[in-house]
């Protein structure tokens, strides 16, 4: 599935928040977005799915496998939201409820969008359980019963189980230790490339970045800075957001990461 924004303003009564963006995911690819704190990246995502506050106007193009999503009804977005796209967001227990089990949680959309039978409904969440690396008895645990990687994993779980074909992460990782981080980035990449969908993942954190997009955007002030392939962005960044965003990276990998040695090697 692909998105093809264009022209995209943003804005809060006089103040823009996004100006004259333009970004395209193609289907079953895999692209970065990369930006400061503050840089419009959430809104970015938030403006494209509908789900900003009526406060925020939204102008310019959104073509998800070509039918317009600025300007688009409640229905149009409800039928697409969490069965053609997906969510995977920064703290999984906001996202997740603390009194319902994560396997109801994780039904959700699927007893929104399908018309199966509960039996079934469990058993593919049996299977999704698995399929993120849990094993399917964590059904019956409450969110405060897992540690943060595996809340992150039931977050996945939810996300992925309708089958989306196009998969929004927003700083999906950013709550987790590195060793966490890494591991549930590969699962998503997994996942996301098994299901042959395409993935939008939302990061500040370039070096994160390089084990999943091929291609990125560097976000700066609410405008597209610049773009490309993501390891020529983090080799020779030209602009002075993607300098930032890369030499910010490097110090907080030249500790932990593996990634740096194993370029370097
Ligand atoms: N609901 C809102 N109303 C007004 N301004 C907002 C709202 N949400 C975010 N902003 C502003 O939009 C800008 C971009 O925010 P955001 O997209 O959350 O940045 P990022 O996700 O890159 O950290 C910030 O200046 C923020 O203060
Ligand atoms: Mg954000």
Redesign the pocket.
Known sequence: MSLEVSKLHVS?GE?P?LEDVSLTVGDAERVGLV??????????A?SVMGL??S??RVEGSALLDGQQLVGASPQTFADIRGRSVGFVFQDPSASLSPVIPVGRQIERSLKRHYSLNSKNRRARVATMLEKVGLSADLAASYPHELSGGQQQRVAIAAALITSPKLIIA??STTALDAMTQVQITRLLVSLVDDAGASLLF?T?DFSVLARVAQRSYV?GE?RVQEEGPTQDLLEAPQTEAGKRLVLAARKLTFSSSQSDSERRQ
């Open positions: 809060v103040t928040i930006g400061t704190s503050g840089s419009g990246k959430s809104m970015l938030m900003t506050p406060t925020v927003d700083e939302i500040h976000l609410g």
